[in-house]
C-alpha cells in the first residue's frame, strides 16, 4: 500500500484520517459501517468478551476495532504505533483474531498510520487496489466454509493466538476455567457457592507439592482427604493460579457424564472436529502447549462424584493416553474412603496407581498430597475471614474448634451464627439441624413446608436407588418427581438449588439430573432425616446396615454417623463386619476347593485343611483389613485384632494370629468382590512364581 504520512494522536484520528478515508477508497458506504469497542473472540464453548481499553493495557497484540456492515463482521483493524514497523507477527495475530470471532471476518486491515496492509483472513494473501473483494474467494462465496475448512482456521489460529503471548494464555484458560467452574464459585457478595476466593487459604505445601510434581516426569498428581476437608476450594484456587503459566482446563466431577476426552473435545468443539480420535486431540492439547513453551494440565475434581456409569476405566483410560506425552499433566481430587477403588481394577493395579506408586518408590511425595483438616493457626486465620463477611460475635472455643477444623464445619457454623454469639460448643448434628433450618427458612412460606419433607424424601430415593444398581449419587429429575409423588409439570421449589442444598445438571438429551450440592450435608439429611439412624437399634438398625453398603450415599452417611452411633449401633455394626468376613472366608474355601482342588495349599494360607480369618476389631461395619489363617477343627472361623496406627503394628498384630498376607480394602463390605480380588491376585503370584 501507498505510505501515508500522517500524525495519528488518538482514536479520532486513526479513524478520520486513516480508517474512514481508506475504507471509502475500497467502495464501502461510510453510514454502514460500525466501531466496537467491546467484541467477542470465540474460547471454548463460549464466547469471550473482550473490554478493549483493558485490553490495550494487558495483551500484547490487540484488536483496535471491528468494522461491521450491519450484522455482518467486515474488518478487523489493528492499529501499530507510528514508529513500528508492521511485522509478519502483526499479521498473523490480527489473521488470528480475525478467525477467532464468532463470526470471521473475510478482511484484516493492519496500519500504522503510515504504512497501511490488507490481508484476506481465510487465504492469508495481501490484498492490493480498490477491487479487494474481487481477490477474495471466501468473499466471493458469501463468507462460508466447509465445516473441516471452518475447524482448520479456527485452530491455527488457536495455535498463533495462544502462542502469541502469556496475556493469551492466561485468557484462553480462563475462558474454559470460568465456564466448567461457574457452579463452584462466588464472591464476597454470592457466599452460596462451595469456593469462595476471600474465604480461602492456600497450603503452601501442596502448592509447592504440586509445584515439583509439575516439573518432573509423573503423570498423574492426586489430592486425596476425608468429605468436607476442602478438596474443591484447592482444585478451584490451583487451576485458576496455574492458569496463569500454564494451558489449563478444569472439570468438576459432578458434571461429567461422558467420557473425559469427550469432555475436553466439546470444549474445543469450535477448532477439534467430532471425528477427531482422543490421540489427534492429545496432540492438538501438547502442541497448544509447546507453542508457548510450557505444559497443559487437566485438573478434575472429585472424580468420585463422576456420575458417568464408566468412570473408573475411562479416567484410567486417560492416564494410559497422557502417559504418551511430556508435557501433559493431570490432577485429580478424590474422598479418601473412595481412593481405593480406582487403584486397583478387576484385582488388576490401573494405570492411574502405576504412575502414582511408581515400583521401587518409597516417597511418593511429589504425585500425591492428602489434605488434612486445618491447624490451629490456619483456624484462627480463617476464623478473621469469616469474621468480616458474616458479622459471627465471640472467639471459637477448645470445643468448637474440633468442629471448625473441618473446612466445610467452619462455614456451617459462619452461617449458622451469622450476626450471633458463637457458642463453646456443639452438637454437630443439632448444628447441621440448624444450618438446614435456616437454609429452608429463607425459603418462600409456600415452599418452606414441604422441602424438609421432600429433602427427607429423596434421601430415601438415593438409597433406594443404590439398592437396585444406580450408584451415581444421581437420579433423572422426572424419575425422582415419579417417586416422590410429584407431577411432571410441578417444580421441586427453585430454592434448594438456588440455595445449594440439592444441584441440577442438563444431560445432552435435553433432560436432568438431580443430586446434593455438598456430599456432608447429603450424609446428614440421610442418616438423621431420611433413615432415622438415632432411633434404630437391634434387627431394625442391622437391615439398615445391609441397605446402606451398597453404593457411595449409603457408605458416606455410614462413614459420618458411626463417630456419633450408640455403643449398641457399634456393637451391631461390629458383629454385621463378622458376619460379612464369616461369608467372605466361606466364599473362598468354595473357590479353592472347586477351581483348585490339587493345589489348594498354593493359596493364602497355605494349608489344604480348614482356613480362618482375621479382621480388624474396629466398631464399624466395613472390612477394612484382613486376612486368612490355617485353623484346626472346632477353632472359631472368625476371630479379631487391634488394628494399630501404623502399618507395621497393623502388619505385626495380624502375623501374631497367624495371617501370612494382610489385604487391605476401600469400604469393601461385598464379600463376593473381595473373595474374586484376592484370588485374582493370589492366581497372579503364582503364575509369577512358575514364570
Not at 477439534?272 to 485438573?299: G, H, Q, V, W
Not at 435456616?438 to 424424601?457: H, N, P, T
Not at 458376619?579 to 468354595?590: D, G, I, Y
Amino acid at each position: 500500500m501507498k505510505e501515508n504520512k500522517i500524525n495519528i494522536s488518538n482514536e479520532e484520528d486513526l479513524k478520520q484520517k486513516v480508517v474512514l478515508p481508506y475504507i471509502k477508497s475500497l467502495g464501502f458506504t461510510l453510514n454502514e459501517l460500525e466501531f466496537e469497542k467491546n467484541f467477542s473472540i470465540r474460547l471454548g464453548r463460549n464466547v469471550y468478551c473482550i473490554n478493549n481499553y483493558k485490553k490495550k493495557q494487558n495483551a500484547k497484540g490487540r484488536l483496535d476495532i471491528l468494522c461491521k456492515r450491519g450484522d455482518k463482521n467486515l474488518f478487523v483493524i489493528e492499529v501499530k504505533r507510528d514508529n513500528a514497523k508492521i511485522t509478519q507477527d502483526d499479521i498473523d495475530q490480527g489473521i488470528s483474531y480475525a478467525r477467532l470471532l464468532d463470526q470471521i471476518t473475510p478482511f484484516v486491515l493492519i496500519t500504522n498510520g503510515k504504512d497501511t496492509r490488507i490481508m484476506d483472513t481465510i487465504s492469508k494473501k495481501e490484498l492490493n487496489g480498490n477491487d479487494i473483494g474481487l481477490q477474495s474467494d471466501f468473499w466471493k462465496n458469501g463468507c462460508k466454509l466447509s465445516s473441516k475448512d471452518e475447524l482448520d482456521c479456527r485452530y491455527e489460529a488457536l495455535k498463533n493466538f495462544v502462542g502469541y503471548s502469556y496475556e493469551n494464555l492466561k485468557l484462553f484458560s480462563k475462558s474454559q476455567i470460568e465456564d466448567r467452574m461457574s457452579v463452584l464459585k462466588g464472591s464476597k457478595n454470592d457466599l452460596t457457592k462451595k469456593y469462595i476466593p476471600e474465604l480461602f487459604l492456600e497450603n503452601k505445601e501442596l502448592y509447592c507439592t504440586l509445584e515439583k510434581y509439575l516439573i518432573s516426569s509423573d503423570v498423574v498428581f492426586s489430592i486425596i482427604g476425608e468429605s468436607g476437608v476442602g478438596k474443591t476450594n484447592h482444585v478451584c484456587y490451583l487451576a485458576e493460579t496455574f492458569s496463569s503459566k500454564y494451558l489449563t482446563l478444569f472439570f468438576s466431577g459432578v458434571n461429567i457424564y461422558k467420557p473425559i476426552i469427550e469432555e475436553i473435545r466439546e470444549d474445543f468443539n469450535w477448532v477439534f472436529s467430532p471425528n477427531l480420535d482422543p490421540n489427534e486431540i492429545f496432540n492438538r492439547l501438547s502442541y497448544l502447549a509447546k507453542t508457548n513453551n510450557t505444559k497443559a494440565i487437566i485438573f478434575i475434581d472429585a472424580i468420585d462424584e463422576i456420575p458417568f456409569q464408566d468412570s473408573i476405566n475411562d479416567l484410567d483410560n486417560l492416564c494410559a493416553k497422557v502417559k504418551k506425552y511430556t508435557n501433559i499433566k493431570l490432577c485429580f481430587s478424590c474422598k479418601i474412603n473412595e481412593w481405593g477403588k480406582y487403584l486397583d481394577i478387576r484385582s488388576v493395579p490401573s494405570t492411574l496407581k502405576e504412575s502414582l506408586y511408581k515400583s521401587g518408590q518409597s516417597n511418593n511425595y511429589n504425585t500425591s498430597f492428602e489434605l488434612d483438616t486445618f491447624n490451629d493457626n490456619e483456624l484462627q486465620f480463617l476464623k478473621e475471614r469469616y469474621q468480616e463477611l458474616f458479622k459471627f460475635k465471640g472467639d471459637i472455643g477448645e470445643e468448637l474448634k474440633k468442629e471448625c477444623k473441618l473446612g466445610f464445619m467452619l462455614r456451617v457454623v459462619a452461617e449458622v451464627y451469622s450476626g450471633q454469639e458463637l457458642p463453646n460448643t456443639i452438637d454437630d448434628i443439632l448444628l447441621l439441624k440448624k444450618f438446614l433450618k435456616r437454609k429452608i427458612g429463607l425459603m418462600k412460606r409456600s415452599d418452606r413446608e414441604i422441602a424438609r419433607v421432600l429433602l427427607e424424601e429423596i434421601g430415601k430415593v438415593f438409597i433406594e436407588e443404590e439398592n437396585i444398581g444406580n450408584k451415581s449419587g444421581k437420579i433423572l429429575e422426572s424419575k425422582l418427581k415419579k417417586k416422590l409423588g410429584i407431577s411432571l409439570i410441578d417444580k421441586i421449589p427453585e430454592e434448594l438449588f438456588s440455595f445449594n442444598i440439592l444441584i441440577r445438571s442438563e444431560l445432552e438429551n435435553g433432560l436432568f439430573d438431580i443430586g446434593f450440592y455438598y456430599t456432608k450435608l447429603r450424609d446428614f439429611i440421610v442418616a438423621i432425616y431420611s433413615l432415622n439412624l438415632p432411633s434404630k437399634d437391634g434387627d431394625e438398625f442391622k437391615k439398615l446396615l445391609s441397605d446402606m453398603t451398597k453404593g457411595p450415599v449409603g457408605i458416606n452417611a455410614l462413614h459420618w454417623y458411626i463417630s456419633k452411633s450408640t455403643i449398641s449401633q457399634k456393637n451391631i455394626m461390629f458383629e454385621y463386619k463378622k458376619s460379612q468376613a464369616f461369608l467372605l472366608v466361606k466364599k473362598w474355601e468354595f473357590l479353592i476347593e472347586k477351581n483348585f482342588p490339587n493345589i489348594k495349599d498354593k493359596f493364602e494360607p497355605k494349608t489344604n485343611g480348614e482356613i480362618g480369618i482375621v479382621i480388624s476389631n474396629s466398631k464399624n461395619p466395613f472390612i477394612e483389613k484382613c486376612g486368612f489363617r490355617k485353623i484346626n477343627n472346632g477353632e472359631e472361623k472368625v476371630i479379631s485384632v487391634g488394628a494399630g496406627d501404623r502399618a507395621d503394628e497393623i502388619a505385626k498384630n495380624f502375623f501374631s494370629r497367624g495371617v501370612n498376607l494382610v489385604k487391605y480394602f476401600s469400604d469393601y463390605v461385598d464379600s463376593h468382590e473381595i473373595v474374586v480380588k484376592f484370588l485374582i491376585d493370589q492366581i497372579n503370584e503364582i503364575v509369577k512364581k512358575v514364570y
